[in-house]
């Protein structure tokens, strides 16, 4: 299976950004068995509060593939998707999203997922958790600790 494969690559690209004081999450489009786009969190670097990996991936992978409509990519990402995220991959029409684990403050694919497995509905996501979750539930519990402590340092 691909999926450990394509999640290595998100978890590469999460740890990446979280040394450069990102949020560590990465995000790879795969098109056919293949990467198509990949990316980690630029909301610090770029000062945009949408420079979330996911939109970043969706967005290229839109312009790369000249449509809008990505439902037949799977999005691999190493954090379940906030309402934003997990909007634009429903909108962009993705195909099946794969995330490593859940993030219990601002998780929303579970939900949408939920809403989305509706047979009356028009599309749906196929959604896959928990691949290489240990590993990504490590490096964010290792980001925001030092960020905590890092805060008790230096004080009030």
């Not at 420079?51 to 190493?78: K, M, Y």
């Not at 934003?84 to 579970?110: E, Q, S, Y």
Request: proline share 4%.
């Amino acid at each position: 299976m691909h999926d450990n494969h394509f999640m290595d690559m998100a978890l590469a690209l999460a740890a990446d950004a979280g040394r450069r004081g990102e949020v560590p999450i990465g995000a790879v489009v795969a098109h056919e068995g293949e990467v198509l786009v990949a990316s980690a969190n630029r909301r610090e670097r770029d000062h945009d509060p949408t420079g979330h990996a996911e939109i970043l991936t969706l967005r290229e992978a839109g312009r790369l593939l000249g449509s809008w409509r990505l439902n037949e990519c799977t999005l691999f990402v190493t954090l379940e998707p906030c309402p934003m995220c997990m909007g634009a991959a429903v909108n962009a029409r993705i195909g099946r999203l794969v995330f490593a684990c859940r993030d219990p403050k601002a998780g929303a694919a579970v939900s949408q997922y939920q809403i989305g497995a509706d047979e009356r509905l028009n599309h749906r996501v196929i959604l896959t958790e928990g691949v290489r979750r240990d590993e990504a539930s490590r490096l964010l519990s290792g980001f925001f600790a030092g960020l905590r402590s890092r805060a008790s340092r230096a004080g009030p």
